[in-house]
């Protein structure tokens, strides 16, 4: 229907940060530069880890979590 070849490289494709709220989000397309919006309930662990251990693979954004958690490299000098 929309005519999307490959999820990860088509540029009809654009991540909206998830925390916005609903309003703001259909601010975004009566401004007429999203034609349209798909909010999904966010995806349980539960079902990330069952994928993975299937050998599976999510489709792109679908593991996005909030609050991100903090990373970087830990050095502990003994």
Request: aromatic letters at 8%; proline letters at 5%.
């Amino acid at each position: 229907i929309l005519n999307i070849e490959d999820s990860r490289t088509s540029k009809q494709i654009g991540f909206i940060n998830a925390t916005e709220n609903f309003d703001a989000l259909l601010k975004k397309v009566e401004s007429g530069n999203i034609k349209a919006i798909f909010a999904l309930y966010p995806v349980n662990i539960k079902d990330v880890f069952r994928i993975s251990d299937a050998g599976g693979i999510m489709p792109p954004k679908s593991t996005w979590m909030e609050p991100k958690l903090r990373g970087g490299l830990v050095i502990h000098k003994f």
